[in-house]
């Protein structure tokens, strides 16, 4: 097993460098310099603040996974970025280290500190004492403080601990704390280890939990068919049509990133059989195509650049092959497993693999041209060929219209019902049967259902044009229809998967990427400024000290506001020292105890007169956002929840949007 070290960063300039060596149990660097671009919307927003991440070594020192634990959304890139470079060195087993760095803006370097290691030996641990020595040889050694660092190996030593287990992205970068949050760190670990609710219902896997803490991923349709024009390609194009001679990886996911994207799915075999890396498994593959003399491979740059970029990486691979001979014939499963099995074993982590629902229907299927149907339910053998996907990426979420991870939202407009559940119970269109790609309720698969048995949340995709390959002719949507997408997908707790599809040049066309930007900008600015931080909160009914409503505005998606067991209803009511114009607000659920709320209703009080309700609905998850038809005045704000189980809700945001 990996090591498992939480670390975070402070930024507070537009920029450092750091060059570090370190002895054992240390971070060294593993590049001369490292620098930290400092967000220039961050820097018009004037939004500062710490961000604290979760990372796993493996044996080498490299960073294996990392996990934003906390932090303002404008900055994590930028810090997970300014710690591309460095790596810990071999210990010889695990360990858990506290490191803290704090970048002053008066200082061209940042200080850096150690508050204690902790080495695993066997069964034991052991604490040692940390020294950094840092650029200009200047040292700073703190010696390990006892009690705190036995709290904290408590709590994150564990496979099962709250640092492990509770992060949001998982990327190949390394992040650190201000030394001033190494007690803060403590606490939060602290705070989820005891006295916590107990969970309710279906609850999420952690790598449904990562996925939801994602957001807004990417979609990339590129194939034969961005050449020819098509939308879905017939199987018989000659490989030599797919030719992007300006191709560029590394552009086309540094614009995903600017606009946004945390992860980037790409349609690595379409339903036309094309596939953009060199297989073994058909000759209708990139090799024998013109791009790059045959020696191309989209799957890996791609992988590549978002691994380069700190992006996820997922694969698209449709079941099926209007190309391949034996489409219909079980021999054509065991081509199409040793395709998944290649994408899969070839390209690193992979964090979801996208099955189509499209089965059968007219191709050329190796010359016979003729139409050819399956039996949606059987052919595939969905259970073993989902079951191959575990083996090779267990930390993958499976994705397809009848889940087992993420379910399929029911439409192409990207938009998620109003009260849109984790949990459902999926069944076959005529309920006739179990639910698998291609047959599926999608009133069912739409909404989910407070009742549902499983925990499969759901994804909105949607193109950025009307269709899902590049086509010169089509424009992209605007910005504010993307808003709009964005408030009714992410904003009803699903999963928003925007496609953005690369031009025959092998670039994202500068129109796409331009309302990207824009889109990605008002979406950053819309959640800024929490005005609920300056307010004062009280609560009903507060389970313990460390349960409090104040956790509703620190900015921690791992703490969060809970009551004593057997309270069903609470109320939260915030006052402002002044009277407030807002018109947006913001919730969250802490998921990993399953969905617990069943109606919240938010009133507003201005001035000495009555509260007027504003807003109410069912279902909350991982994120519900509410906007009003217009900016309303207030001195009180109140949140009123109903649960099947005690309220575990880890943020309440109120905002004020004037785009």
Same mark, same amino acid.
């Given at each position: 097993?990996?090591?498992?070290?939480?670390?975070?960063?402070?930024?507070?300039?537009?920029?450092?460098?750091?060059?570090?060596?370190?002895?054992?149990?240390?971070?060294?660097?593993?590049?001369?310099?490292?620098?930290?671009?400092?967000?220039?919307?961050?820097?018009?927003?004037?939004?500062?603040?710490?961000?604290?991440?979760?990372?796993?070594?493996?044996?080498?020192?490299?960073?294996?996974?990392?996990?934003?634990?906390?932090?303002?959304?404008?900055? $994590?890139?930028?810090?997970?970025?300014?710690?591309?470079?460095?790596?810990?060195?071999?210990?010889?087993?695990?360990?858990?280290?506290?490191?803290?760095?704090?970048?002053?803006?008066?200082?061209?370097?940042?200080?850096?500190?150690?508050?204690?290691?902790?080495?695993?030996?066997?069964?034991?641990?052991?604490?040692?004492?940390?020294?950094?020595?840092?650029?200009?040889?200047?040292?700073?050694?703190?010696?390990?403080?006892?009690?705190?660092?036995?709290?904290?190996?408590?709590?994150?030593?564990?496979?099962?601990?709250?640092?492990?287990?509770?992060?949001?992205?998982?990327?190949?970068?390394?992040?650190?704390?201000?030394?001033?949050?190494?007690?803060?760190?403590?606490?939060?670990?602290?705070?989820?280890?005891?006295?916590?609710?107990?969970?309710?219902?279906?609850?999420?896997?952690?790598?449904?939990?990562?996925?939801?803490?994602?957001?807004?991923?990417?979609?990339?349709?590129?194939?034969?068919?961005?050449?020819?024009?098509?939308?879905?390609?017939?199987?018989?194009?000659?490989?030599?049509?797919?030719?992007?001679?300006?191709?560029?990886?590394?552009?086309?996911?540094?614009?995903?990133?600017?606009?946004?994207?945390?992860?980037?799915?790409?349609?690595?075999?379409?339903?036309?059989?094309?596939?953009?890396?060199?297989?073994?498994?058909?000759?209708?593959?990139?090799?024998?195509?013109?791009?790059?003399?045959?020696?191309?491979?989209?799957?890996?740059?791609?992988?590549?650049?978002?691994?380069?970029?700190?992006?996820?990486?997922?694969?698209?691979?449709?079941?099926?092959?209007?190309?391949?001979?034996?489409?219909?014939?079980?021999?054509?499963?065991?081509?199409?497993?040793?395709?998944?099995?290649?994408?899969?074993?070839?390209?690193?982590?992979?964090?979801?693999?996208?099955?189509?629902?499209?089965?059968?229907?007219?191709?050329?299927?190796?010359?016979?041209?003729?139409?050819?149907?399956?039996?949606?339910?059987?052919?595939?053998?969905?259970?073993?060929?989902?079951?191959?996907?575990?083996?090779?990426?267990?930390?993958?979420?499976?994705?397809?219209?009848?889940?087992?991870?993420?379910?399929?939202?029911?439409?192409?407009?990207?938009?998620?019902?109003?009260?849109?559940?984790?949990?459902?119970?999926?069944?076959?269109?005529?309920?006739?049967?179990?639910?698998?790609?291609?047959?599926?309720?999608?009133?069912?698969?739409?909404?989910?259902?407070?009742?549902?048995?499983?925990?499969?949340?759901?994804?909105?995709?949607?193109?950025?044009?009307?269709?899902?390959?590049?086509?010169?002719?089509?424009?992209?949507?605007?910005?504010?229809?993307?808003?709009?997408?964005?408030?009714?997908?992410?904003?009803?707790?699903?999963?928003?998967?925007?496609?953005?599809?690369?031009?025959?040049?092998?670039?994202?066309?500068?129109?796409?990427?331009?309302?990207?930007?824009?889109?990605?900008?008002?979406?950053?600015?819309?959640?800024?400024?929490?005005?609920?931080?300056?307010?004062?909160?009280?609560?009903?009914?507060? $389970?313990?000290?460390?349960?409090?409503?104040?956790?509703?505005?620190?900015?921690?998606?791992?703490?969060?506001?809970?009551?004593?067991?057997?309270?069903?209803?609470?109320?939260?009511?915030?006052?402002?020292?002044?009277?407030?114009?807002?018109?947006?607000?913001?919730?969250?659920?802490?998921?990993?105890?399953?969905?617990?709320?069943?109606?919240?209703?938010?009133?507003?009080?201005?001035?000495?007169?009555?509260?007027?309700?504003?807003?109410?609905?069912?279902?909350?998850?991982?994120?519900?956002?509410?906007?009003?038809?217009?900016?309303?005045?207030?001195?009180?704000? $109140?949140?009123?929840? $109903?649960?099947?189980?005690?309220?575990?809700?880890?943020?309440?945001?109120?905002?004020?949007?004037?785009?």
């Amino acid at each position: 097993m990996p090591a498992q070290v939480c670390l975070g960063a402070m930024l507070l300039c537009g920029g450092a460098n750091l060059l570090a060596q370190v002895p054992p149990c240390g971070v060294s660097g593993v590049k001369e310099t490292t620098t930290i671009t400092y967000p220039p919307i961050a820097r018009a927003a004037h939004v500062t603040g710490l961000v604290i991440v979760r990372v796993e070594f493996a044996k080498d020192g490299m960073v294996e996974t990392a996990e934003v634990w906390r932090g303002p959304e404008m900055l $994590r890139e930028n810090v997970l970025s300014f710690v591309k470079g460095l790596q810990a060195n071999e210990y010889g087993g695990s360990r858990t280290c506290l490191l803290s760095v704090i970048l002053p803006c008066e200082s061209r370097f940042p200080q850096i500190f150690t508050e204690t290691c902790w080495v695993r030996i066997s069964s034991e641990l052991r604490s040692r004492h940390c020294t950094i020595p840092l650029r200009r040889q200047r040292f700073l050694s703190i010696q390990a403080q006892t009690r705190q660092a036995r709290r904290f190996a408590s709590a994150s030593s564990a496979s099962s601990s709250r640092c492990h287990t509770m992060g949001a992205m998982k990327l190949s970068r390394r992040t650190f704390v201000g030394s001033a949050l190494a007690t803060g760190i403590t606490a939060a670990a602290q705070t989820k280890g005891t006295g916590a609710p107990a969970k309710f219902g279906p609850t999420p896997s952690l790598r449904q939990l990562s996925w939801q803490r994602m957001g807004t991923t990417a979609f990339l349709h590129f194939t034969v068919n961005t050449f020819t024009g098509r939308e879905w390609g017939l199987g018989d194009e000659d490989p030599n049509i797919f030719n992007p001679t300006e191709f560029n990886a590394d552009s086309i996911v540094l614009t995903l990133k600017q606009g946004g994207i945390k992860g980037v799915i790409l349609t690595c075999k379409h339903h036309d059989g094309f596939c953009l890396w060199p297989t073994k498994s058909t000759d209708h593959n990139i090799s024998k195509s013109k791009f790059q003399g045959g020696k191309g491979d989209i799957v890996r740059d791609i992988s590549a650049a978002a691994k380069k970029h700190g992006l996820k990486f997922g694969v698209y691979v449709s079941p099926w092959d209007r190309n391949n001979a034996n489409y219909g014939k079980p021999e054509y499963i065991t081509t199409y497993r040793q395709q998944i099995t290649e994408l899969l074993t070839h390209y690193g982590p992979i964090f979801e693999v996208w099955f189509d629902g499209a089965n059968g229907g007219d191709g050329f299927y190796g010359g016979a041209r003729e139409k050819r149907t399956i039996d949606k339910h059987t052919y595939y053998d969905w259970t073993n060929t989902w079951a191959l996907v575990r083996k090779l990426q267990p930390g993958a979420v499976i994705f397809s219209d009848a889940g087992p991870d993420i379910r399929w939202v029911g439409n192409e407009r990207g938009i998620a019902a109003e009260n849109c559940w984790n949990t459902v119970t999926l069944l076959s269109e005529h309920h006739d049967a179990t639910a698998v790609p291609g047959d599926v309720d999608t009133k069912l698969s739409g909404a989910g259902s407070a009742d549902g048995k499983e925990w499969i949340p759901a994804e909105c995709d949607v193109s950025i044009r009307k269709g899902w390959f590049y086509h010169p002719e089509e424009k992209p949507k605007s910005v504010e229809a993307l808003l709009n997408i964005y408030e009714k997908s992410v904003g009803h707790g699903a999963g928003l998967l925007l496609n953005i599809p690369p031009d025959t040049r092998g670039l994202i066309a500068d129109a796409d990427a331009d309302v990207l930007y824009a889109f990605a900008a008002r979406v950053q600015k819309m959640f800024a400024t929490n005005l609920l931080r300056g307010a004062q909160l009280t609560a009903s009914d507060v $389970r313990s000290a460390g349960y409090s409503p104040a956790k509703l505005v620190d900015g921690n998606p791992d703490t969060f506001w809970s009551v004593p067991d057997g309270k069903t209803e609470a109320t939260v009511t915030a006052q402002f020292a002044a009277r407030t114009e807002l018109n947006l607000f913001r919730l969250r659920e802490e998921i990993s105890l399953g969905q617990r709320v069943r109606e919240f209703v938010l009133e507003v009080r201005d001035g000495s007169g009555p509260w007027v309700r504003v807003a109410s609905g069912e279902a909350i998850g991982n994120c519900r956002i509410v906007r009003l038809e217009a900016p309303i005045h207030a001195n009180e704000i $109140r949140l009123s929840i $109903r649960g099947a189980a005690p309220v575990a809700l880890s943020e309440w945001g109120c905002f004020l949007n004037r785009d």
